[in-house]
C-alpha cells in the first residue's frame, strides 16, 4: 500500500486531499501545529504534530521514511501573528527538496493560479519561489494551481463568498471589472489522487479551474441564488478606497492573529482576477474540472448554509461592541471613580472597600475588552466576561438591589452582556 504524507492536512483543501487518498488505498499521515484542528478534521487519521516551518531537512529525513508521496497542500495568504509566507512557502519546500533528493517519491505542490516572482502580492511571489525550488531541484514532482476553491466548507474565500451574497437587501458590486475562475475542491483532490498514483506525468505544472470565467459581482449574485436568498433591491457599487480601508483594517487585525479573508493580499488577488488556463491540465490526461453552476447544484444549500452566512457577518460585529462596551465602562470608571464609588458608598460600603472594587473593576473591564480583539484569548476573554458579569449581578443583589427597580435598568441590561459573551464563546473556533 502506498504511502502519502499530507502537510496541511487539516486545511480546507488538505482535508479533502486525507479523504480522497484514503478512498484511493494509500496509508495515510496529516501533518499540522493544531491539535485541536487535527482532531476537528478526523480524530482516527495519523497525525504528526509538528510546525513544518520549524521541521529541518534531517528531521524530514525521518518523516519521509517509507513515504511514496508527500502533497503539499499547506500554505498561508499573509503575514501575521501566526504566520510568516517566506518561511511556509519558501523554507518548508527548500528543506523538504533537499531532504528528498536522495528518495524515490513524488512531491504534490499545490500551489495556486497565477503565481509569479513578479506578482503584485506576497503570497504569489513566495509560492512561485516554491514552486521554482521544486522545479529546479526535485527529481518526480506534480504541480497543480487552483482557481479559486469551493467547498461545502465554508473558509477563507468560500466563507467570504457566503457571507457576502447573504447581505439583508444588498448586493454591493465589489470589482466590477475582476474575472474570477473556480474550481471544486473535490476536482482539487482528484488531481491529487491521479498525481499522486502517478497517472500524471513527472514536471507536469497545471491550473485546475473550469474553463469560464465571471465578473466578480456575477460570481456573489449566483452563490445569493444557489443559497435561495430573495433578489437584492440595492446593488451600490463599493468604491475602491473604502476597499482599501477595509484591507488595512483586515491587515491589522491579521497581527492580532485574525486570518481574514479581507486582507490586502485577497483583495489584491480578486482585483487582479483569478484566472487559470485548463489546456495544461487536459494535454497532461487530467479530467476537466466542473463549472461554477456544476459545482453549486453538487453543493448543499440548506438552513445551516444560510445560518452560517449570516453568522459570519454578525460575529465580528458582536465581537467589537462587547470590545467597545468593555472597554468604555472602563475608562468611564477611571474617569470618574467618584460617581462609581458613590454607588457603594452610598448604600453604607467603606471607602476602603469602594475603592479598590471600583478601580479594579474598571481595570478588570478594559483588560477583557483588549483581550477579546487579541485572536487565540477570544473565547477565554468572552467566558471572563460571562464571569465578571455573574459576579456583578450577584454582587448587586447583595448590596444593591434597589438597582434593578432603576427606570434605566443599569442591571437589567447587563443581561443582553450576557448573551453576547456567550455567543461569541460558543460560536468561535479554529476552523
Not at 269 to 279: C, E, H, M, Q
Request: charged residues 20%; proline residues 6%.
Amino acid at each position: 500500500m502506498p504511502r502519502a504524507l499530507v502537510l496541511g492536512g487539516y486545511g480546507l483543501i488538505g482535508s479533502a486531499c486525507m479523504r480522497a487518498l484514503a478512498e484511493a488505498d494509500f496509508s495515510l499521515a496529516g501533518v499540522g501545529r493544531s491539535h485541536k484542528a487535527a482532531m476537528m478534521a478526523d480524530p482516527h487519521a495519523e497525525w504528526i504534530l509538528r510546525d513544518i516551518t520549524a521541521i529541518q531537512v534531517e528531521d524530514w529525513r525521518c518523516l519521509l521514511a517509507g513515504v511514496d508521496v508527500v502533497v503539499n497542500a499547506s500554505g498561508a495568504l499573509q503575514d501575521g501573528a501566526r504566520d510568516d509566507l517566506e518561511a511556509i512557502h519558501v523554507q518548508t519546500m527548500a528543506h523538504l527538496v533537499e531532504a528528498s533528493a536522495e528518495l524515490e517519491l513524488r512531491i504534490v505542490q499545490i500551489s495556486a493560479a497565477g503565481v509569479s516572482e513578479g506578482a503584485s502580492t506576497a503570497f504569489f511571489r513566495t509560492k512561485a519561489r516554491g514552486d521554482a525550488i521544486l522545479r529546479d531541484s526535485a527529481a518526480d514532482w506534480v504541480i497543480l494551481r487552483p482557481t479559486l476553491v469551493l467547498s461545502p466548507e465554508a473558509y477563507g474565500g468560500t466563507a467570504l463568498l457566503r457571507a457576502g451574497a447573504a447581505l439583508p437587501l444588498v448586493l454591493p458590486q465589489i470589482l466590477p471589472e475582476a474575472q474570477v475562475q473556480t474550481v471544486h475542491v473535490d476536482d482539487v483532490a482528484a488531481a491529487v489522487v491521479a498525481a499522486a498514483r502517478g497517472d500524471i506525468p513527472a514536471g507536469t505544472i497545471a491550473d485546475l479551474t473550469e474553463a469560464e470565467a465571471r465578473s466578480f459581482p456575477d460570481l456573489l449574485a449566483q452563490v445569493r441564488r444557489w443559497q435561495g436568498w430573495a433578489p437584492p433591491r440595492f446593488r451600490p457599487r463599493m468604491p475602491g478606497f473604502m476597499l482599501r480601508w477595509l484591507g488595512k483594517g483586515a491587515d491589522v487585525l491579521g497581527h492580532l492573529g485574525w486570518r481574514s479573508p479581507l486582507r490586502t493580499t485577497a483583495l489584491q488577488a480578486l482585483a487582479d482576477g483569478i484566472r487559470g488556463d485548463p489546456t495544461a491540465w487536459a494535454q497532461a490526461g487530467g479530467t476537466a474540472c466542473r463549472s461554477l453552476e456544476q459545482s453549486l447544484a453538487q453543493l448543499p444549500s440548506t438552513r445551516q448554509e444560510r445560518f452560517f452566512a449570516r453568522a459570519f457577518l454578525l460575529l465580528p460585529m458582536a465581537i467589537g461592541v462587547l470590545s467597545l462596551f468593555w472597554c468604555l465602562s472602563g475608562l468611564i470608571t477611571l474617569l470618574e471613580p467618584g460617581r462609581a464609588m458613590a454607588v457603594l458608598t452610598d448604600r453604607a460600603v467603606p471607602v476602603w472597600i469602594a475603592l479598590p472594587v471600583a478601580t479594579g473593576g474598571a481595570l478588570a473591564d478594559i483588560a477583557l475588552g483588549l483581550a477579546i480583539l487579541w485572536r487565540p484569548w477570544v473565547v477565554r476573554a468572552a467566558l471572563g466576561m460571562l464571569g465578571l458579569s455573574l459576579v456583578y449581578l450577584i454582587g448587586s443583589l447583595v448590596v444593591a438591589a434597589d438597582l434593578w427597580a432603576d427606570p434605566l435598568g443599569p442591571m437589567v441590561k447587563v443581561l443582553p452582556g450576557l448573551a453576547l459573551a456567550g455567543l461569541v464563546a460558543g460560536l468561535m473556533e479554529e476552523r
